[in-house]
């Protein structure tokens, strides 16, 4: 069947000049403006221009033939048609295309058409998609919405922007007496002594049945340095028997808040942080670590400090650089083939609805050990 298939072709091949016109058959090749006028030439190779392009390459002519596809046919069809001519997206998928060919004139010509995307060298001198972005631009590989209470696009704008997360604080309320138990002996010895300083000599209304035995005749307390002794040595009793001063003493109010202000600091700095955390490793997990940074020139608005205003100016800024090259490559071929539109490397992510990030965070720590690391930290900023 081979043999006769064969045989055939050539039949067919040696009266293509004579059912065409006079001309040698790949002249009419080159002489051809689209897809449409090729095709009754084309239905001699079995309607399969991949057919066509090898009897071509089998006189030296093939590649010259994905050229005068790329220069003379229209650019919405001539992509499509070349990636035909070298196997079609069966011979891509199953890894059978010339590379070379491909990158010229499939890949280097989207390349030519795109934004901050260029081709590069790796460190061992190989061929490689770079991609360049500046400060902020991370945010444009986000979309959608994360669970219920957050917009991703937004909320990267936010997390990738210079100025950061714009967050409005939970209220939390946790127990004084909790938060007691977790402070660390070096503060809770702090915290004893700050409140014998802070209130040295002054009569405050611990009502309390605990502190009974240290009340005045007045009814009040004098906070006394051995009045304050009594919380130590530091045991489970103490730190119980001192949240009860702080927060049954009308005159310790400040204390208690300034200690429920420093945990809510801490409370929601780590779920800021949660944020960013898990923005950051959606955005390195699909685009990698950036294989250099540099700088390059873009148009944004600088402000003239001789007049006070603002101008529209060409200014340097910094930019990092990440290898796409496999993930570039599938996605051109894609949509070289099936738009055949070039477009820029972040739309065409969009247009396929392709890994668009969307990380899901907790409102709530993942960790209440680093709360309370942070609260330590946080603790003396307020007292």
């Known amino acids: 069947m081979s043999l006769l298939k064969t045989i055939s072709l050539l039949i067919e091949e040696s009266n293509i000049n004579n059912i065409i016109d006079d001309r040698p058959w790949p002249a009419k090749v080159f002489h051809s403006h689209d897809h449409e006028e090729l095709w009754p030439l084309i239905k001699l190779f079995g309607g399969d221009i991949h057919e066509l392009y090898n009897a071509l390459d089998k006189r030296g002519k093939g590649e010259e033939f994905l050229a005068h596809m790329l220069t003379q046919w229209p650019q919405e069809e001539s992509l499509r048609h070349i990636i035909d001519a070298l196997g079609g997206i069966r011979n891509w998928n199953n890894g059978k295309m010339d590379n070379v060919l491909l990158n010229h004139y499939v890949i280097t010509p989207y390349l030519d058409d795109m934004r901050y995307i260029q081709w590069g060298k790796s460190d061992k001198g190989n061929d490689r998609i770079i991609l360049e972005l500046m400060p902020g631009e991370e945010a444009e590989f ?8 957050y917009d991703c696009d937004e909320l990267a704008k936010e997390i990738f922007s210079e100025e950061g997360l714009e967050w409005e604080p939970y209220d939390v309320n946790e127990k004084l007496e ?3 138990k977790v402070i660390s002996p070096e503060n809770y010895i702090k915290l004893v ?3 014998g300083i802070e209130f040295q000599n002054e009569e405050v209304d611990a009502w309390r049945e605990e502190f009974e035995d240290q009340r005045e005749v007045n ?10 002794n009594g919380f130590l040595p530091d045991d489970e009793s103490s730190r119980y028997t001192l949240a009860v001063l702080i927060g049954n003493t009308p005159e310790l109010d400040g204390v208690e808040g300034e200690i429920n202000n420093a945990y809510s600091r801490a409370w929601n700095d ?3 942080n ?3 955390t898990e ?3 959606a955005f390195d997990e699909f685009l990698g670590k950036p294989i250099g940074e540099g700088t390059t020139s873009t148009y944004k608005d600088v402000m003239n400090h001789e007049t006070g205003h603002k101008e529209y100016k060409k200014t340097e800024v910094p930019v990092k650089y990440f290898d796409v090259t496999d993930r570039a490559r599938a996605m051109i071929v894609r949509h070289a083939y099936e738009i055949d539109n070039p477009e820029d490397f972040i739309s065409m992510i969009k247009e396929f609805d392709m890994n668009i990030l969307c990380p899901q965070v907790d409102e709530y720590p993942w960790d209440e050990e680093e709360v309370y690391d942070l609260f330590q930290d946080y603790l003396w900023d307020y007292l």
């Open 142 to 149: 986000f979309s959608g919405y994360g669970g219920r209470s």
């Open 178 to 180: 909790d938060l007691i």
């Open 193 to 195: 002594r700050h409140i």
């Open 219 to 228: 009814g009040k307390v004098i906070i006394t340095p051995s009045f304050m």
């Open 270 to 272: 780590v779920v800021m």
């Open 274 to 276: 949660q944020y960013h």
């Open 279 to 281: 923005f950051q490793k």
